[in-house]
């Protein structure tokens, strides 16, 4: 009996090492496993909390063109060995993050939003998402 392949769930400090390059160590760590994930030699997930804390670190703190940072994000998802169950929902958030003025989890929101799945919210700013939501 073959046992279910391990999928790992990854930090945000391994997607940015990987991205920015910028840790001797963890940087090439980073470079190699996702080489695996690429190819599809191991598997993984990509929380769209941690999707959201890796838009806010490249644009705050390193400051990173939107468009930029959806293309990496966006590049990675697409990995072979990415198995998430909502990627569509998240790369839908990225290209809502992307060509919008509204943070990146107002757009993921909108993003899982549907007739059975109404975002309840004070902003005004997430109809302009599309998102199937209420103002209360």
Same mark, same amino acid.
């Given at each position: 009996?073959?046992?279910?392949?391990?999928?790992?769930?990854?930090?945000?400090?391994?997607?940015?090492?990987?991205? *920015?390059?910028?840790?001797p160590e963890?940087?090439?760590?980073?470079e190699?496993?996702?080489?695996? /994930?690429?190819?599809?030699?191991?598997?993984?997930?990509?929380?769209?909390?941690?999707?959201?804390?890796?838009?806010?670190v490249?644009?705050?703190?390193?400051?990173?063109?939107?468009?930029?940072?959806?293309?990496?994000l966006?590049?990675? /998802?697409?990995?072979?060995?990415?198995?998430?169950?909502?990627r569509?929902?998240?790369?839908?958030? *990225?290209?809502?993050?992307?060509?919008?003025?509204?943070?990146?989890?107002?757009?993921? *929101?909108?993003a899982?939003?549907?007739?059975e799945?109404?975002?309840?919210?004070?902003?005004?700013e997430?109809?302009? *998402?599309?998102a199937?939501?209420?103002?209360?």
């Amino acid at each position: 009996m073959k046992l279910p392949q391990k999928v790992y769930l990854i930090d945000t400090n391994v997607i940015l090492r990987y991205l *920015l390059g910028d840790h001797p160590e963890f940087s090439a760590r980073a470079e190699a496993f996702m080489a695996d /994930l690429s190819e599809g030699t191991k598997n993984a997930e990509i929380l769209d909390v941690i999707i959201a804390e890796c838009v806010y670190v490249m644009e705050k703190y390193y400051e990173i063109p939107k468009s930029e940072i959806v293309e990496k994000l966006s590049a990675i /998802l697409n990995f072979s060995g990415i198995v998430n169950p909502d990627r569509s929902e998240i790369l839908e958030a *990225l290209l809502k993050y992307e060509n919008s003025n509204i943070d990146i989890v107002d757009c993921i *929101l909108a993003a899982r939003s549907s007739p059975e799945k109404v975002v309840i919210s004070f902003d005004k700013e997430i109809k302009k *998402l599309k998102a199937v939501s209420e103002t209360l």
